[in-house]
Protein backbone atom coordinates (compact mmCIF):
# COMPACT_ATOMS: atom_id res chain seq x y z
CA UNK A 1 0.00 0.00 0.00
CA UNK A 2 1.64 3.43 -1.16
CA UNK A 3 2.21 5.97 1.79
CA UNK A 4 -0.61 8.70 0.43
CA UNK A 5 -3.45 5.70 0.64
CA UNK A 6 -2.24 4.75 4.12
CA UNK A 7 -1.93 8.60 5.21
CA UNK A 8 -5.63 9.29 3.83
CA UNK A 9 -7.28 6.00 5.41
CA UNK A 10 -5.61 6.98 8.55
CA UNK A 11 -7.23 10.48 8.17
CA UNK A 12 -10.55 8.76 7.52
CA UNK A 13 -10.19 6.62 10.92
CA UNK A 14 -9.56 10.17 13.07
CA UNK A 15 -12.09 12.02 11.84
CA UNK A 16 -14.65 8.71 12.35
CA UNK A 17 -12.37 9.02 16.15
CA UNK A 18 -13.10 13.10 15.64
CA UNK A 19 -16.62 12.59 15.19
CA UNK A 20 -17.75 10.16 18.10
CA UNK A 21 -15.50 12.44 20.84
CA UNK A 22 -17.30 15.60 19.33
CA UNK A 23 -20.81 14.25 20.63
CA UNK A 24 -22.49 12.20 17.65
CA UNK A 25 -23.99 9.15 19.80
CA UNK A 26 -22.21 7.12 16.86
CA UNK A 27 -20.06 7.80 13.58
CA UNK A 28 -19.54 4.27 11.70
CA UNK A 29 -17.49 4.43 8.61
CA UNK A 30 -18.70 2.86 5.53
CA UNK A 31 -18.05 2.81 1.72
CA UNK A 32 -20.16 5.32 0.10
CA UNK A 33 -21.49 2.87 -2.60
CA UNK A 34 -22.90 1.02 -0.10
CA UNK A 35 -25.29 4.13 0.38
CA UNK A 36 -28.63 2.76 -0.76
CA UNK A 37 -30.79 5.34 -2.98
CA UNK A 38 -34.60 4.08 -4.19
CA UNK A 39 -36.89 6.11 -5.74
CA UNK A 40 -39.83 5.00 -3.75
CA UNK A 41 -37.41 7.08 -0.74
CA UNK A 42 -38.51 10.12 -3.22
CA UNK A 43 -42.19 9.50 -3.84
CA UNK A 44 -42.94 9.73 -0.69
CA UNK A 45 -41.11 13.16 -0.68
CA UNK A 46 -43.57 13.53 -3.50
CA UNK A 47 -46.46 12.58 -2.00
CA UNK A 48 -45.79 15.19 0.88
CA UNK A 49 -46.03 12.49 3.73
CA UNK A 50 -43.78 14.77 5.04
CA UNK A 51 -46.05 18.34 4.56
CA UNK A 52 -42.47 19.49 3.14
CA UNK A 53 -42.48 19.04 -0.76
CA UNK A 54 -41.89 22.37 -2.51
CA UNK A 55 -41.14 24.05 1.16
CA UNK A 56 -37.81 23.78 2.13
CA UNK A 57 -34.83 24.20 -0.85
CA UNK A 58 -32.88 21.70 0.74
CA UNK A 59 -35.87 19.30 -0.18
CA UNK A 60 -37.47 18.29 -3.18
CA UNK A 61 -38.25 19.06 -6.11
CA UNK A 62 -35.45 21.82 -5.53
CA UNK A 63 -32.46 18.85 -5.06
CA UNK A 64 -31.36 16.70 -8.04
CA UNK A 65 -32.64 13.40 -8.99
CA UNK A 66 -32.37 10.11 -7.87
CA UNK A 67 -30.16 8.88 -10.42
CA UNK A 68 -27.95 12.16 -10.25
CA UNK A 69 -27.32 11.31 -6.61
CA UNK A 70 -26.65 8.11 -7.17
CA UNK A 71 -23.91 9.50 -9.68
CA UNK A 72 -22.80 12.22 -6.79
CA UNK A 73 -22.63 9.65 -4.36
CA UNK A 74 -20.28 7.41 -6.76
CA UNK A 75 -17.86 10.09 -6.60
CA UNK A 76 -17.23 9.55 -3.42
CA UNK A 77 -15.15 6.93 -1.43
CA UNK A 78 -16.11 6.63 2.04
CA UNK A 79 -18.72 7.78 4.18
CA UNK A 80 -19.43 8.41 7.89
CA UNK A 81 -22.80 7.26 8.91
CA UNK A 82 -23.69 9.81 12.04
CA UNK A 83 -26.53 9.57 14.56
CA UNK A 84 -27.89 11.58 17.64
CA UNK A 85 -29.94 9.90 19.92
CA UNK A 86 -32.04 12.23 22.38
CA UNK A 87 -33.83 10.72 25.14
CA UNK A 88 -37.93 11.04 25.58
CA UNK A 89 -39.37 11.56 29.00
CA UNK A 90 -43.08 11.15 27.24
CA UNK A 91 -44.91 10.22 24.36
CA UNK A 92 -47.00 13.48 23.23
CA UNK A 93 -46.68 14.27 19.57
CA UNK A 94 -45.82 17.89 20.05
CA UNK A 95 -43.09 17.38 22.43
CA UNK A 96 -41.65 15.09 20.42
CA UNK A 97 -41.57 16.54 17.62
CA UNK A 98 -40.37 19.88 19.39
CA UNK A 99 -37.49 17.52 20.16
CA UNK A 100 -36.68 16.39 17.05
CA UNK A 101 -36.56 20.13 15.45
CA UNK A 102 -34.15 20.68 18.35
CA UNK A 103 -31.89 17.64 18.06
CA UNK A 104 -31.77 17.97 14.25
CA UNK A 105 -30.57 21.67 14.64
CA UNK A 106 -27.63 20.52 17.09
CA UNK A 107 -27.13 17.50 14.30
CA UNK A 108 -26.79 19.86 11.74
CA UNK A 109 -24.59 22.25 13.22
CA UNK A 110 -22.55 19.22 14.36
CA UNK A 111 -22.12 17.81 10.90
CA UNK A 112 -21.41 20.88 9.00
CA UNK A 113 -18.84 21.38 12.05
CA UNK A 114 -17.65 17.60 10.99
CA UNK A 115 -17.85 19.11 7.44
CA UNK A 116 -15.40 21.75 7.84
CA UNK A 117 -12.91 19.19 10.29
CA UNK A 118 -12.74 17.15 7.05
CA UNK A 119 -12.23 19.94 4.43
CA UNK A 120 -9.10 21.52 6.90
CA UNK A 121 -8.23 17.49 6.73
CA UNK A 122 -7.23 17.65 3.17
CA UNK A 123 -10.98 15.91 2.60
CA UNK A 124 -12.13 19.36 0.27
CA UNK A 125 -14.84 18.05 -1.20
CA UNK A 126 -16.10 16.43 1.87
CA UNK A 127 -20.37 17.14 2.21
CA UNK A 128 -22.75 16.62 4.95
CA UNK A 129 -26.49 15.55 4.35
CA UNK A 130 -28.85 16.16 7.03
CA UNK A 131 -31.92 14.70 8.94
CA UNK A 132 -35.03 15.87 7.66
CA UNK A 133 -35.85 18.66 6.23
CA UNK A 134 -33.46 21.87 6.60
CA UNK A 135 -34.48 23.44 9.56
CA UNK A 136 -32.50 26.75 10.14
CA UNK A 137 -35.21 28.94 9.69
CA UNK A 138 -38.68 28.59 10.47
CA UNK A 139 -39.77 29.29 7.23
CA UNK A 140 -37.82 28.74 3.69
CA UNK A 141 -37.17 31.88 2.20
CA UNK A 142 -38.70 29.18 -1.10
CA UNK A 143 -42.09 30.21 0.86
CA UNK A 144 -41.81 33.66 -0.16
CA UNK A 145 -40.84 32.92 -3.50
CA UNK A 146 -37.35 33.61 -3.07
CA UNK A 147 -34.95 31.17 -4.42
CA UNK A 148 -31.58 31.65 -2.49
CA UNK A 149 -30.72 30.13 0.44
CA UNK A 150 -29.95 32.50 3.15
CA UNK A 151 -28.04 29.96 5.13
CA UNK A 152 -25.60 28.36 2.01
CA UNK A 153 -22.86 27.91 4.15
CA UNK A 154 -24.57 25.50 6.82
CA UNK A 155 -28.08 24.46 4.68
CA UNK A 156 -27.47 21.18 3.70
CA UNK A 157 -29.68 18.59 2.25
CA UNK A 158 -32.30 15.89 3.71
CA UNK A 159 -31.21 12.48 3.18
CA UNK A 160 -34.70 11.14 1.99
CA UNK A 161 -34.92 13.82 -0.54
CA UNK A 162 -31.89 12.73 -2.14
CA UNK A 163 -33.55 9.21 -2.01
CA UNK A 164 -31.56 7.83 0.37
CA UNK A 165 -32.89 4.92 2.39
CA UNK A 166 -31.94 5.94 5.72
CA UNK A 167 -33.37 3.08 7.35
CA UNK A 168 -31.78 -0.01 4.84
CA UNK A 169 -28.25 2.18 4.45
CA UNK A 170 -27.88 2.41 8.44
CA UNK A 171 -29.04 -1.43 9.08
CA UNK A 172 -26.60 -2.52 6.43
CA UNK A 173 -24.01 -1.27 8.65
CA UNK A 174 -25.23 -2.75 12.00
CA UNK A 175 -26.71 0.87 13.00
CA UNK A 176 -30.54 0.71 14.71
CA UNK A 177 -32.72 3.41 13.76
CA UNK A 178 -35.60 1.98 15.82
CA UNK A 179 -38.19 4.58 16.50
CA UNK A 180 -39.40 4.65 19.95
CA UNK A 181 -41.45 6.43 22.44
CA UNK A 182 -38.35 7.13 25.19
CA UNK A 183 -35.64 7.46 22.23
CA UNK A 184 -35.25 9.47 19.68
CA UNK A 185 -32.29 9.30 16.78
CA UNK A 186 -31.54 11.74 14.18
CA UNK A 187 -29.33 10.74 11.50
CA UNK A 188 -26.90 11.52 8.58
CA UNK A 189 -24.09 11.04 6.34
CA UNK A 190 -20.54 12.81 5.74
CA UNK A 191 -19.48 11.75 2.31
CA UNK A 192 -15.57 11.57 1.96
CA UNK A 193 -13.84 11.87 -1.13
Given at each position: ?N ?19 M ?22 C ?39 Q ?31 K ?76
Amino acid sequence: MNSDLKRKLQAILELETYANNMGFSKATLLLARDILLDERVRMHCQLNLCTNYGKNLMCPPYLPSVADNRHLIDQYTFALLLQLQQELDRNEKEYMRQTFDVTARRFGQMAVNLERKAFTDGFHLAMALGAGECKLCDNCVIQKGEQDCINPGTARPSMEGMGIDVVRTFAAAGLDLAFTSNQLTVAGILLID
